[in-house]
């Protein structure tokens, strides 16, 4: 499992959802900071918007990409 900076497990678990999500149906950077904005607000995932946590996701869905970086 990838850590994304995420507190527990769980939260990395959960992050690393939204990642594959996001690859699968080509989300948008703005979408997923969204997504991490709204995780954020949940007790326990509060970390989600740190700033480890937003550029390991970011790392991980645009590191292999060819694809432009939409923001």
């Known amino acids: 499992m990838i850590n994304y900076g995420m ?4 939260g990395n678990r959960v992050i690393g959802g939204i990642v594959s999500f996001a690859k699968d149906y ?4 703005k979408c997923v900071l969204d997504v991490l904005a709204k995780i954020s607000e949940v007790e326990g995932y509060e970390e989600a918007m740190d ?3 937003r550029e390991s996701v970011y790392e991980a869905l645009f590191r292999d990409s060819n694809q432009p970086f939409y923001i």
């Open 26 to 29: 080509n989300y948008s950077w």
């Open 51 to 53: 700033t480890v946590v």
């Open 7 to 10: 507190f527990t497990e769980e």
